[in-house]
């Protein structure tokens, strides 16, 4: 029987396949791209994905060894800079790698324990894990409709 926590990392990578699998298909030429008059681009939002899950791995789950600059948070727009695909790529298997090894060692109990942030206030650990899912897919689908009807 498959505890908790492995339960969860399961459903994590089967809902983050709606971004990875998109990878491959993105080349550097669409990164600028954007949805009309949509304020963030397709490197944006893969630089803010893996942000946002260094964040999650850092403050929510515990991983303080983790040092993490989330321009994209920080900025809270779309400055031009991610433009170059191979940083982009490995930023967000980075960010994959770390948010899975600091989930990988939440005990069943963990799960259940109250987290503070300002973001989005008092939740369990799983509850916040949930935001984090949503997260990854909530952009996953913004980048698949900027990739396919997005302008420069």
Do not use: C
Request: proline residues 1%; hydrophobic residues 35%.
């Amino acid at each position: 029987m498959k505890n908790k926590t492995h339960l969860l990392i399961e459903l994590w990578i089967e809902a983050r396949t709606r971004f990875y699998n998109q990878l491959h298909a993105i080349s550097e030429k669409d990164l600028p791209k954007r949805l009309g008059t949509s304020p963030n681009s397709i490197g944006f939002l893969m630089r803010h994905i893996g942000d946002v899950e260094l964040l999650f791995a850092k403050n929510v789950f515990g991983a303080s060894d983790i040092k993490v600059s989330a321009k994209t948070v920080i900025e809270k727009y779309d400055t031009g800079e991610w433009t170059n695909i191979k940083e982009l790529n490995e930023y967000v298997k980075y960010s994959f790698e770390t948010l899975k090894t600091i989930i990988e060692q939440q005990t069943e109990s963990d799960w259940e324990t109250h987290i503070t942030t300002k973001e989005f206030g008092t939740k369990t650990k799983a509850e916040a894990f949930g935001r984090i899912v949503s997260h990854t897919a909530y952009h996953a689908g913004q980048i698949a409709l900027i990739n396919k009807y997005g302008t420069f």
